[in-house]
Nanobody, 126 residues
Framework: VRLVESGGDLVQAGGSLRLTCAASGSTFSRYGMGWFRQAPGKEREFVAA????????YYADSKKGRFTISRDNAKNTVYLQMNSLKPEDTAVYYC????????????????????WGQGTQVTVSS
């Protein structure tokens, strides 16, 4: 499956962005999807994930309440709505997919995802 992210931008602190990940090349509804991010000089970290049907969602503790992941299987798209953005949210955001998702802990590890997009830059100014 091919993944293409979009929606990254420069935004002021307190603002909102919605990232989009468009998938192609395979049956999208078979894939568990995740969003990860990587800030300069830091390790890539888990942000949020969603099960194949969209019935289960998972968030990094620090993102709960500010970020919302959703998907539209008819459009082969997953979204990440980000509100109340902070300068520390500045990073390249990556979309990831895998067709063999496991339980809750499975979604949190970047090493469980076999497909990745190229990333989209989010910059939050103070």
């Amino acid at each position: 499956v091919r993944l293409v992210e979009s929606g990254g931008d420069l935004v002021q602190a307190g603002g909102s962005l919605r990232l989009t990940c468009a998938a192609s090349g395979s049956t999208f509804s078979r894939y568990g999807m995740g969003w990860f991010r990587q800030a300069p000089g830091k390790e890539r970290e888990f942000v949020a994930a969603i099960s194949e049907s969209g019935g289960s969602t998972y968030y990094a503790d620090s993102k709960k309440g500010r970020f919302t992941i959703s998907r539209d299987n008819a459009k082969n798209t997953v979204y990440l709505q980000m509100n109340s953005l902070k300068p520390e949210d500045t990073a390249v955001y990556y979309c990831a997919a895998d067709s063999s998702p496991g339980g809750t802990r499975w979604y949190l590890s970047q090493y469980n995802y076999n497909y990745w997009g190229q990333g989209t830059q989010v910059t939050v100014s103070s």
